[in-house]
């Protein structure tokens, strides 16, 4: 087998944690083939003012209908809300931490207005606007490191991040808050991967013993959020579906840019009804965007 990939430090500790897990299976070594996306390559952009489509996506979809690879890897968070139509998620493993977490020498506290908080998201954006945190907002890309750097340096005071690729690359030294999911909703599928082949891959059944039926029917039913109202990350938008005391519950937020509320909604219900769930907000929210 060979899986697909982009070759940042995550994504690569991503895929290697699949390849073991599958390798248990199979009783097989699995190639890793780096393939570099048209967002890996932009590193200047806001993302939000780009067609983000498929930005860290498409370039393995390629690949994998080619047939130059069998399976890739894909943090959830990055897929489109469409799939081609000749491929599909066959697993996502258990779901990493969704939270969004601060890095800065500074508490959430203590850090006040014009502290230079750096962030390329406009839901992050938006969520500082809600707290009226009065921050100087300035633009940051680049790997996990990369953006650590930043935020611990002269460049800026902070910085918000998710808490699973933390996790995954081993610097949760370096978090100072974790925040509720309720205070910072974070995107559609964050902490969750996505495995994906083609719809005729023979061993497509082998692949789906690495999956996780609640993570995937949560990160399912969030992205059915998105995939009602056709919007990516050009809107600001924080999904979280879990599993509590047998209830799936999915909440979802939609804010201004200026961090006013336009409509939050949550839905209870059996995790069998996951993306009608999803859905029902986002036929909710359509009507406010």
Known sequence: MIVGTRGSQLALAQTNKVCSDLSKIIGEKIDVEII????????????YNMDSKGLFTKELDIALLEEEVDFTVHSFKDLPTELDEDLEIV??????????????????????????????????????????????????????ETRIQKALGDELDGTIMAEAGLKRLNL????????????????????????????????KETIRKLNHYV?????????????????????????????????FN?????????GEILKEQNEKGSIKNALELGGRIGRLFADYI
């Open 250 to 258: 999915v909440y979802s937020i939609l804010l201004t840019k200026e």
């Open 91 to 144: 697993a996502v493993p258990k779901r990493e931490s969704p939270h969004e977490v601060l890095i800065s020498n500074m508490t959430w506290d203590e850090m006040g207005p014009g502290c230079r908080l750096g962030t390329s998201s406009l839901r992050r954006e938006a969520f500082c606007n809600l707290h009226e945190k009065e921050f100087e907002l300035k633009p940051i890309r680049g790997n996990i």
């Open 36 to 47: 570099k996306t048209k967002g890996d390559k932009i590193t200047t952009s806001q993302l």
């Open 172 to 203: 949760t030294q370096y978090i100072k808050t974790v925040f509720p999911l309720d205070y910072i909703t974070p995107p559609a599928g964050q902490g969750a991967l996505a495995i994906i082949t083609r719809k005729d891959y023979d061993k």
């Open 215 to 247: 993570s995937m029917q949560e990160v399912l039913a969030e992205k059915k959020v998105l995939e009602e109202l056709g919007v990516g990350c050009q809107w600001p938008i924080g999904s979280i579906a879990r599993m509590k005391d047998k209830e």
